[in-house]
């Protein structure tokens, strides 16, 4: 995804089983995508947007968290930690695909595929205002925050 690219008309699966595309989830929009549900990095970066989330409603922008984990075990995680942002499941692929978020990842030596760390901001018009890749989970949703106030 470059500056000025459409959210991607893309299917994600909610908690509650349906299928939504991307682009009705409205814009301005953050779209959040991390790896791994219940894990302490993405587990802080959902608390964070969560908390975060009064302002950016009221900045008027919605936020959307994407993994590759189901339905299921999006509500668990949402229950147990209390997180008010919402959770999508990319059950295909085909949303890491779009916004290029699969990648070769290594760990301890070892090579293997994976969901990137990455936030993607789009503005009133659904284009990508801004990226952020192999993002560090603290003082990030302050600082995406801050875009998308400056929208």
């Known amino acids: 995804?470059?500056?000025?690219?459409?959210?991607?008309a893309v299917k994600v699966t909610t908690p509650d089983g349906s299928e939504r595309s991307l682009t009705e989830f409205g814009a301005p929009l953050v779209v959040y995508f991390y790896p791994k549900d219940d894990t302490?990095?993405?587990t802080n970066e959902a608390k964070d947007f969560s908390?975060?989330?009064p302002a950016f409603e009221a900045a008027g922008v919605g936020v959307l968290g994407i993994s590759?984990?189901?339905?299921?075990?999006?509500?668990?995680?949402?229950?147990?930690?209390?997180?008010?942002?919402?959770l999508a499941t990319d059950a295909d692929d085909s949303a890491c695909e779009a916004f290029g978020t699969?990648?070769?990842?290594?760990?301890?030596?070892k090579k293997y595929m994976g969901i990137e760390r990455a936030t993607f901001l789009f503005g009133k018009d659904g284009k990508l205002v801004r990226a952020w890749h192999k993002v560090k989970v603290p003082g990030h949703v302050a600082e995406v925050l801050e875009a998308a106030k400056a929208l």
């Open 1 to 8: 995804m470059s500056e000025g690219d459409v959210i991607p």
């Open 40 to 42: 302490s990095g993405c």
């Open 51 to 53: 908390a975060a989330l």
């Open 68 to 86: 590759k984990d189901g339905p299921d075990k999006h509500a668990k995680f949402a229950a147990k930690y209390d997180l008010t942002v919402p």
């Open 102 to 109: 699969w990648v070769e990842k290594s760990m301890y030596g």
